[in-house]
C-alpha cells in the first residue's frame, strides 16, 4: 500500500548533488523511517536509517560519507541528502517508514512504502 509520497528525484551529472524527500499522506507518526534504492537488474538494497527518537542514522558503506538523511518534525518528513553523486548511484530510490522500535534495515519490517523516484546520474 502506498502511503509514503517521496519527491525530488531527477537526473545530474556526476559530483551533483540531489535532495530526496519522503513525508507521509496520512501523517502518521512512525519511529523508524529508511531509504532504500534499486538498480536495473539489481536487488533493491538498503541506502540508511534513520530512528527519530534520538535521530540516529545508519548508512550503507556504499554511500556513507555522501548521503545524509535528516528530518523535519513539524512536517513529519524525512529527507535524503546525496552528495557527489555517481553513475552507480543511478536507481530508483524508496523510502519506507514504520514504527519498528529501533533501527531496522529488514524491508519486511516496513509496512509502508512510496512509489519509488528515478534518480539518474550520467558521467
Known amino acids: 500500500q502506498v502511503q509514503l509520497m517521496e519527491s525530488g528525484g531527477g537526473s545530474v551529472q556526476a559530483g551533483g548533488s540531489l535532495t530526496l524527500s519522503c513525508a507521509d499522506a496520512k501523517d502518521t507518526w512512525f519511529d523508524t523511517w529508511a531509504w532504500f534504492r534499486q538498480a536495473p537488474g539489481k536487488r533493491r538494497d538498503g541506502v540508511g536509517v534513520?530512528?527519530?527518537?534520538?535521530?540516529?542514522?545508519y548508512y550503507a558503506d556504499s554511500v556513507k560519507g555522501r548521503f545524509t538523511i535528516s528530518q523535519d518534525p513539524a512536517k513529519n518528513t524525512v529527507y535524503l541528502r546525496m552528495n557527489d553523486l555517481q553513475p552507480e548511484d543511478t536507481a530508483v530510490y524508496y523510502c519506507?517508514?514504520?514504527?519498528?522500535?529501533?533501527?531496522?534495515?529488514?524491508?519486511?519490517?516496513?509496512?509502508?512504502w512510496g512509489q519509488g523516484i528515478q534518480v539518474t546520474v550520467s558521467s
Open positions: 519506507a517508514a514504520d514504527r519498528a522500535g529501533g533501527v531496522n534495515w529488514y524491508q519486511g519490517t516496513y509496512n509502508h
Open positions: 534513520i530512528y527519530i527518537q534520538g535521530g540516529h542514522t
